[in-house]
């Protein structure tokens, strides 16, 4: 099992970034896919959630109307379109695919976890 992100870096505030996160080694279109960032000193908190076939997305309130989710099953990816970003969205940030239909709202619902890519927003 294999979950790579990829896309992160330093943008100024107010710019944009895209995330994608390829997995392998599992059957990517049965799982929900997640979309985790944790700040230095803070929990790892959930950002975006997708279910298996995209027919219900939840998003973090204060990336709302700024952030977007969305999966390629036949790509077996996830991404992460990010938008009008601000110092407060820096973080590490993480996928994780989780069996079954449900949402899951903390990091120990996750059964596999990608290893991370920083992503820091200058004022």
């Known amino acids: 099992v294999q979950l790579q992100a990829f896309g992160g870096g330093l943008v100024q505030a107010g710019g944009s970034l895209r995330l994608s996160c390829a997995a392998s080694?599992?059957?990517?279109?049965?799982?929900?896919m997640g979309w985790f960032r944790q700040a230095p000193g803070r929990e790892r908190e959930l950002v975006a959630h997708?279910?298996?076939?995209?027919?219900?997305?939840y998003y973090q309130d204060s990336v709302k109307g700024r952030f977007t989710i969305f999966r390629d099953n036949a790509q077996s990816t996830v991404y992460l379109q990010m938008n009008t970003l601000n110092p407060e969205d820096t973080a590490v940030y993480y996928c994780?695919?989780?069996?079954?239909?449900?949402?899951?709202?903390?990091?120990?619902?996750?059964?596999?976890w990608g290893q991370g890519t920083q992503v820091t927003v200058s004022s």
């Open positions: 994780a695919a989780r069996r079954g239909s449900g949402l899951g709202l903390r990091p120990y619902e996750y059964d596999f």
């Open positions: 997708i279910s298996w076939n995209g027919g219900s997305i």
């Open positions: 080694g599992f059957s990517f279109s049965s799982y929900g």
